[in-house]
């Protein structure tokens, strides 16, 4: 009876395995049978439909800032120099006292040439009376000829040493004056080249003082170079770029730490011909400075504005990207597709970029959402102003 058990367990475990070998390949061919591929859902994006318009072009330059008005203070007159009469670096008022020269030595000489004068004064009313006694003599034939003509000369002769005597008396007041050194100019100063007790030699090195530059309004010196000249005149002989009427042209700045200036400069002078050296010429724009905020020597980044480019294709900023191989942007295509499109980009506009090549007009440029696109993925264009209308109705 166990041993029948036993026989009875042994074919059910052979029947077991049996079965098992056979279902097996079944069920492993119902696992690994491939599942049908479901398209992703399009993503929604936005974006514009770029059209051609007439935009505003900017050419920018590295500039530097210059004085309108800026005056070297020289001494006219030889001395000590006794005081330095302004705080230096800082501004003055036209006609404020800068530097005093020792007077003393020219207060002496106004007073000789003042006594010169009344000495040749005096020689010339002893000459008027010496002839006034003559010329009656003269005439009644009383006193000779030659005694009239010595009379006559010596009343002249008195006559022009007075004049020279007046003369020297004017040039010593105007010594005497420049020993008081004013300024020129309203304007922001220099250190003094020269101290206290120091001799100033007329004519000199030492007779160069300080400086006086103007600080409102200013200038913006920058260079243009040949090159820049040529391609802008091909540019206007195309028909795509547009000068400014009367060639006015305006100037922005940009400051060093990026800020933007908020005064508008306006060219007043370009040089009609090349520097031999640097292959440039140099224009220039004078621009208002109340807060005296630029000064001279300091270097600026300078925006010309005035020129326009006609059927210009431009897209805001943040929709091109810059790669290792040049800018890019994606393009919704007619397949309903995303589409890498390599393009050239040219002048800043506000928030636009201006796209010189690679875009054409009436295509449909992603702005948001291409962060998770990869080219060939379907989207769904969505324009701004129906994005602008979704978001007041989902935030409720």
Not at 127 to 152: C, G, T, V
Not at 357 to 376: R, T, Y
Request: glycine fraction near 6%; charge should be positive.
């Amino acid at each position: 009876m166990r041993r029948s058990a036993m026989l009875s367990h042994r074919v059910y475990l052979a029947v077991f395995f049996c079965l098992t070998s056979v279902i097996a390949p079944v069920l492993s061919g119902c696992s690994t049978r491939e599942k049908p591929k479901v398209a992703p859902p399009a993503a929604e994006v936005v974006v514009i439909t770029v059209q051609p318009r007439t935009m505003p072009v900017s050419f920018p330059f590295v500039a530097q800032i210059q004085s309108s008005h800026q005056v070297d203070i020289m001494a006219r007159v030889s001395g000590f120099l006794e005081k330095i009469s302004y705080p230096e670096g800082e501004a003055v008022k036209k006609g404020q006292v800068l530097f005093q020269i020792d007077r003393k030595p020219f207060l002496a000489a106004v007073d000789a040439a003042k006594a010169e004068v009344e000495i040749r004064q005096s020689q010339l009313w002893t000459a008027n009376a010496n002839f006034n006694r003559i010329k009656p003599l003269a005439d009644q034939n009383a006193a000779s000829k030659s005694d009239l003509d010595n009379a006559i000369g010596a009343v002249k002769s008195a006559e022009a040493a007075l004049e020279q005597a007046k003369a020297n008396l004017y040039k010593s007041n105007l010594d005497l004056g420049y020993t008081t050194i004013t300024s020129p100019v309203s304007g922001v100063t220099g250190q003094s080249k020269i101290r206290e007790g120091g001799y100033i030699a007329a004519g000199s090195q030492s007779a160069s003082l300080t400086y006086v530059a103007t600080l409102n309004p200013v200038w913006v010196q920058f260079s243009v170079s040949q090159n820049q000249e040529s391609e802008l005149k091909q540019e206007v002989a195309s028909g795509r770029t547009v000068l400014p009427r009367n060639s006015r042209y305006t100037v922005d700045l940009e400051l060093s730490d990026g800020s933007h200036y908020p005064q508008a400069g306006v060219v007043n002078f370009a040089d009609p011909s090349f520097s031999k050296e640097t292959g440039t010429f140099q224009v220039r724009a004078q621009i208002a400075n109340p807060k005296s905020t630029l000064r001279p020597g300091m270097f600026v980044k300078a925006f010309l504005k005035g020129a326009t480019r006609a059927n210009a294709l431009a897209v805001p900023q943040k929709s091109v990207q810059q790669t290792a191989n040049g800018h890019v942007i994606f393009i919704a295509n007619g397949k309903g597709l995303a589409e890498v499109r390599p393009v050239t980009v040219g002048d800043w506009v506000g928030q636009e970029w201006v796209i010189t090549s690679g875009l054409k007009a009436g295509e449909q440029v992603i702005v948001d959402g291409f962060m998770k696109l990869a080219p060939g993925m379907p989207v769904k264009p969505v324009p701004p102003e129906q994005l602008k209308a979704a978001q007041p109705a989902a935030g409720k």
